[in-house]
């Protein structure tokens, strides 16, 4: 389209935002429960590569207090209420190999940046730019994109390390996010991308 599409420049000082792959999306028989093992295994290779390049590492979760009301984004997805404190659901995937020195982000919605200290962690950890993956794709890695490019990051989606319910919703979303937000870049680019941060 005419108008659209253009390209967001590269910073100096990356991080890498691991969207909710926790195991209420990841596990099958959780009623949030996403086809998520491929992009599972892409996103633990990413968070594999950001150690060894030294790009610090964020993982986002939606968690909620055991006595906690919910938002009332849970009126149209009521099996938030399984994100509870001490649920199974609640967790990160093990799989994703998180490390003490990486951040974990609680948040309320569905962006990572809303509600969240996350942007405010970013600036003062000097990172200007952001990859990002996690679940879903049309849905929470979108929220997020959005809101960071608003916010002042370029953001680059790594889609074999994202995973969604419904891959027309996902397409759609892809489509929508490298025409007026974010960049999309494959898996072997957004590695190489941080090698040469390093």
């Known amino acids: 389209m005419n108008g659209f599409g253009g390209s967001l420049p590269l ?6 935002v691991v969207v909710d792959l926790q195991r209420g999306f990841t596990e099958a028989g959780s009623p949030l429960w996403c086809d998520a093992d491929l992009a599972v295994e892409a996103a633990t290779t990413l968070v594999s590569a950001a150690h060894a390049a030294g790009v610090p590492v964020w993982f986002t979760v939606i968690r909620y207090g055991a006595a906690e009301r919910l938002p009332l984004w849970a009126a149209k997805i009521p099996a938030l209420d399984e994100l509870r404190d001490g649920r199974r659901a609640a967790e990160l995937d093990p799989r994703l190999g998180y490390t003490e020195g990486d951040r974990i982000t609680v948040k309320p919605g569905a962006s990572a940046v809303f509600g969240t200290r996350l942007t ?30 608003q ?48």
């Open 11 to 16: 910073g100096h000082r990356p991080a890498l």
């Open 151 to 198: 916010s002042g990051f370029p953001a680059f989606v790594v889609p074999e390390a994202c995973a969604d319910r419904d891959q027309i919703q996902a397409a759609a979303a892809l489509k929508d996010l490298v025409t007026k937000y974010t960049d999309i870049v494959d898996l072997d680019r957004a590695i190489d991308m941080m090698q040469k941060w390093m």
């Open 120 to 149: 405010k962690e970013l600036r003062a950890a000097g990172v200007d730019t952001v990859l990002l993956c996690g679940a879903s794709t049309s849905g929470c890695v979108r929220a997020t994109g959005v809101d960071l490019v």
